[in-house]
């Protein structure tokens, strides 16, 4: 099996910066694309960034400019550096994958779809 875990999460002061990091354990073979998300309290879950397997990204507009997505596939890692923070990205962010493939407990290589991280709290104080 695979957990994806978060971590990074603090309170910042609006202005500063904060990296979140992603990580999936297991014994993983690949990953496909990835991406960050966030929660508000009394708000749906919201589209951050993601990143393909190959690099490529893409941004909500809230966010474009001000945070990087990127990823390193040989440590099964994914990162948000977030800049210029505001108090309205205060929310818990979650890391998630589209597909893994991974080594089940039987042995065997399993597609895993629609892996969720248990999130990381950002609160940025004005």
């Known amino acids: 099996q695979v957990q994806l875990v978060e971590s990074g999460g603090e309170l910042v002061q609006a202005g500063g910066s904060l990296r979140l990091s992603c990580a999936a354990f297991g014994t993983v073979f690949s990953i496909n694309d990835m991406g960050w998300y966030r929660q508000a309290p009394g708000k749906q879950r919201e589209l951050v960034a993601t990143i393909t397997g190959g690099g490529n990204t893409n941004y909500a507009d809230s966010v474009k400019g001000r945070f990087t997505i990127s990823r390193d596939n040989a440590k099964n890692s994914m990162y948000l550096q977030m800049n210029s923070l505001k108090p309205e990205d205060t929310a818990v962010y979650y890391c998630?994958?589209?597909?893994?493939?991974?080594?089940?407990?039987?042995?065997?290589?399993?597609?895993?779809?629609?892996?969720w991280g248990q999130g990381t709290q950002v609160t940025v104080s004005s």
């Open positions: 998630n994958a589209d597909e893994i493939v991974a080594l089940s407990t039987a042995g065997a290589p399993q597609l895993i779809h629609g892996s």
